[in-house]
């Protein structure tokens, strides 16, 4: 087999001869179509956490300012901001009450034109997080909607409904929330009577928009320009799925999230992927293409089965949508290469790129949840003090070797601050700081989210780890995150740092998002996964016990921290004789060798 045919990765099997020999299931081309964002590496900010300049506790913009240089020397391509925009801070900023104006908290307008310059000098793209599906109730549309009659069309910008039951006490369906609860929240009407229902699909602070009004399409529409003229390079579109609703809106008794259960298929739920949805994304896409082929939107959407991820990103729609179903398949090889298959397959039958996940600001930290053997408790909804504990060293080193079999993937990839420096989640939040309103809203039932948005350090030895010289952070940072700063790790060439850096440098040089990727059946097993991408091979192990490496293959990169001192001292280390070992919990990226008369 040719190097060229490596790279494109023929349909049909095919098989590797050479040195290294076997069997190739090859799934999708390499992929050179025009877009920065068909490979681009996202890093997601979420500014209360970043870094605080201004000493009151919360990351602010001017942090992020200050610390750009450093995301850039991480090799990335752009930067995903979570909301800085207005709001009471109820949800963490995903309840917003002015969509143009920048949240005192955070800074200023001018404070966020600064940074866009200064990421612009980097060669950096920002996107920022859009919130179509609900706004805060302080907003002014939803305070004119409180104030006006049953029927008006201030109250036609929101879902409000007579309640059932005799007196309108009932609320109008069955819906739940996300966060616990009824999705409907009872109003108190201007005369002094309980009044109508409105709709939340998450907190009673966050009234989800009509967007079977007109109106709602314009007042979007004038957001997207408003951000795109300040120079942003896209959006990512918080619940993309959710925002048409059935018309009659019928009773649901399957998950507030959407995804299946018995009984009750996601892709029958009512609040979510409504066949409307795309002529809005469609729109919005024709409004980016107006500011050059370069501005793009990622949809937040959750869809269940995964193949209906591609009516998200037909070409004339969105851009990318995040892969959760990959996040969630955790170290699971059988899950995952399922995953990966039905990713690639399913986009590539519309021409977009998958993304690839492996933590975010709603989840507990891959460096968590892979600290366990078997699942992480109440995976999804925080891990408490009186949990079981995961073991720190273990999930860090295997977060490390599961960021580099995602790196080495073709497509996008999104990494979530802080996952560079291999942290964990808080785990030790007493009851009375916790803030995500899941916490109150179960009854502690679920802890929440904030344990995956404890403030990042970056000076070992200073006060909050230098996230800030002033006030207590927002939430407690473990002990541990001293030891892990930022400033620590940039000076150790085995540290998770340096191992993020190296592998996202090289991951641009051999192209490997714009790459391919075909099985390499016989180091495919229960606990081992082997893909080629172009001549890079991929192998990952996370059985118990050590596993040969294949002959024929040069050593590239290794995840063990181990391998790192060593492999900082040249580019292309040949195979050491004591390593001819792949670890438990290890990845490698290998180049192979196809014989001088292939090359
Ligand atoms: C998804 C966001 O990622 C999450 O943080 C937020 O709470 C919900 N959407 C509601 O906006």
Not at 192 to 214: A, C, E, I
Not at 449 to 454: F, H
Request: net charge negative.
């Amino acid at each position: 087999m040719s190097v060229d045919s490596v790279l494109a990765a023929p349909a049909g099997l095919a098989r590797l001869t050479g040195p290294l020999t076997g069997p190739l299931t090859p799934v999708h081309a390499a992929d050179h179509t025009p877009g920065w964002w068909r490979s681009a590496v996202i890093y997601q900010v979420y500014p209360r956490s970043f870094r605080d300049l201004n000493g009151d506790g919360i990351g602010d913009l001017a942090g992020i300012t200050a610390e750009l240089p450093k995301l850039a020397e991480l090799d990335i391509d752009a930067v995903w901001l979570s909301p800085f925009y207005r709001s009471p801070q109820r949800d963490a900023g995903y309840d917003v009450s002015d969509y143009c104006d920048v949240d005192p908290l955070f800074g200023t307008l001018a404070d966020f034109d600064a940074m866009i310059t200064e990421a612009t000098r980097l060669g950096l793209r920002m996107i920022v997080d859009l919130v179509p599906n609900h706004c805060s109730d302080q907003h002014q549309a939803f305070q004119a909607a409180l104030a006006a009659p049953a029927g008006s069309p201030a109250r036609d910008m929101f879902i409000f409904r007579d309640g059932r039951g005799a007196f309108g006490e009932e609320p109008p369906n069955n819906w739940q929330s996300h966060f616990g609860g009824s999705a409907w929240t009872r109003i108190t009407e201007p005369d002094g009577t309980p009044g109508q229902w409105y709709l939340h699909l998450f907190d009673t602070s966050q009234p989800d928009f009509n967007w079977d009004n007109d109106a709602v399409h314009r007042e979007f529409e004038r957001v997207l320009r408003f951000w795109l003229d300040r120079g942003v390079s896209g959006f990512r579109v918080d619940v993309a799925h959710a925002l048409v609703k059935a018309a009659g809106l019928p009773e649901w008794g399957g998950r507030a999230d959407g995804a299946s259960s018995d009984g009750y298929p996601g892709h029958e739920a009512p609040m979510f992927g409504q066949p409307a949805l795309h002529d809005i994304y469609r729109k919005w896409r024709r409004i980016l293409a107006e500011y050059g082929p370069d501005r793009i939107l990622c949809a937040e959407a959750n869809v269940d089965p995964l193949p209906r991820l591609a009516d998200w990103v037909r070409p004339d729609e969105m851009h990318q949508a995040f892969n959760f179903p990959f996040l969630h398949a955790g170290l699971d090889v059988g899950r995952m290469r399922h995953v990966i298959n039905e990713s690639l397959t399913s986009l590539d039958s519309v021409g977009a790129p998958s993304t690839w996940v492996l933590s975010n600001h709603d989840v507990v930290r891959h460096a968590t949840r892979f600290g366990y053997d078997g699942h992480a408790p109440r995976d999804g909804d925080g891990i408490g003090p009186f949990d079981p504990q995961p073991n720190e060293a273990l999930g860090r080193s295997r977060a490390a070797a599961a960021t580099m079999f995602m790196l080495g993937l073709p497509g996008g990839a999104y990494l979530y601050q802080g996952e560079e420096l291999g942290l964990p989640d808080g785990i030790d939040i007493p009851d009375n700081q916790r803030q995500d309103p899941t916490f109150g809203r179960t009854g502690g039932q679920r802890l929440g989210r904030d344990g995956c948005r404890v403030p990042l350090p970056w000076r070992s030895g200073e006060l909050h780890a230098g996230f800030g010289t002033g006030a207590n952070p927002w939430l407690p940072q473990p002990a541990s995150f001293s030891a892990l700063a930022r400033d620590t790790q940039a000076a150790s060439p085995s540290s998770h740092l340096s191992l993020y850096r190296r592998m996202l440098a090289l991951r641009r040089e051999l192209r490997l998002g714009a790459g391919s990727l075909s099985w390499l059946e016989d180091w495919c097993t229960d606990t081992c996964l082997a893909y080629l991408n172009g001549t890079t091979l991929v192998l990952m192990n996370v059985g118990h016990e050590p596993v040969e490496l294949p002959a024929g293959t040069v050593l590239l990169r290794s995840s063990a921290a181990s391998a790192q001192a060593s492999e900082a001292e040249s580019e292309w280390a040949e195979l050491a004789e004591d390593r001819h070992r792949l670890g438990s919990g290890e990845t490698v990226w290998l180049e192979i060798y196809l014989g001088d008369t292939e090359r």
